[in-house]
């Protein structure tokens, strides 16, 4: 079983629900700023990275977990994902996309144009924080939600 | 060995290039074109979507995709993907044909996709796809010879 994190550039949302689901980073308070920093991936994909799937690690269940951007073409992205797996006959049964752009408010978005875009990291990579932290429990959330729904299907 | 070729729509300048690159056409035919298979054919709703062409006279799949502006993207978002699955990153060639349009091409394309105009809107595609013939056919050749 393989997960995707999708976000825009595969450096913020989707590395933060990605850290919760590998358990780098706690369910049960908002991190700091500092455990956010020194995950890996955070706020340091550049623009030519992105479409890159990442390896974030295997969770305790030898799910892999990746993180990947897609811009704003997510669905024409994921489309192009399966359907060249079909065509070379894998079975795409096993593979979850998980959508964290609609976890993104306004203080993520402007940090990480900052930050990524403009290259202002000093500015932009504490707003992303900011902003994260302040919706922390909903990715949370979205992870717990997600492992529980693979639970189920994996289930025999 | 997979090559897809790739353009906005997927369905043109694309086409054109696979249909090169399989012997379907030789030089530039607007009738012939409109003949060729998914030439204006490929649904808005499903771009991203790969579609089979035929093989080569070296047993490479030759496939056509609508990337819209995101073609880099695919490119990479597909690399990743074969190397996970270990299909090795050398199998895939993708060709990105959205810097072979020109203004005639994309006034055609929204003729025909924004406002419906397909007869006038061929008309204009047709120009567009003949300014850059020749370059497409270079880059074609180019692929053909490749490794």
């Known amino acids: 079983m393989k997960i995707f994190y999708c976000c825009y550039g595969s450096a913020h949302s989707s590395v933060v629900a990605a850290s919760i689901h590998l358990g780098l980073l706690p369910k049960d308070r908002v991190p700091k700023y500092q455990e956010f920093e020194r995950l890996p991936y955070y706020d340091k994909t550049n623009s030519l990275e992105i479409g890159t799937p990442f390896f974030m690690g295997r969770d305790e269940r030898e799910m892999e977990v990746y993180i990947i951007g897609m811009m704003n073409q997510r669905e024409l992205i994921k489309r192009a994902i399966i359907s060249f797996l079909e065509q070379s006959k894998v079975d795409t049964k096993d593979i979850i996309f998980v959508d964290t752009l609609p976890l993104v408010n306004l203080k993520t978005k402007i940090g990480g144009i900052l930050s990524r875009r403009i290259g202002l990291v000093t500015l932009g990579r504490p707003l992303t924080i900011r902003g994260i932290q302040e919706r922390y429990f909903e990715f949370v959330k979205l992870v717990e939600n997600v492992k529980q729904a693979v639970t189920s299907s994996v289930k025999p | ?147």
Do not use: Q, W
């Not at chain 2, 056409?25 to 790969?50: A, C, Q, V």
């Not at chain 2, 924004?114 to 567009?128: A, H, I, Q, S, V």
């Open chain 2, 1 to 147: 060995m997979r090559i897809i070729y790739s353009c906005y729509f997927g369905s043109y300048l694309a086409v054109v290039a696979a249909s090169l690159h399989l012997g379907l056409i030789k030089g530039f035919d607007p009738n012939s074109f409109l003949e060729l298979p998914y030439f204006g054919k490929l649904p808005e709703s499903e771009l991203g979507r790969i579609y089979y062409v035929g093989k080569d006279n070296l047993g490479r799949e030759i496939y056509v995709m609508g990337s819209r502006k995101v073609g880099e993207v695919i490119e990479r978002a597909l690399k990743g993907i074969a190397s996970i699955y270990n299909m090795g990153e050398e199998s895939l060639i993708f060709i990105n044909l959205l810097p072979y349009g020109n203004a005639f091409y994309s006034i055609g394309c929204f003729l025909i996709h924004r406002l419906n105009l397909k007869t006038l809107g061929t008309l204009f595609l047709m120009m567009g796809i003949k300014k850059s013939f020749e370059k497409i056919k270079r880059l074609v050749d180019k692929v053909k010879k490749s490794p």
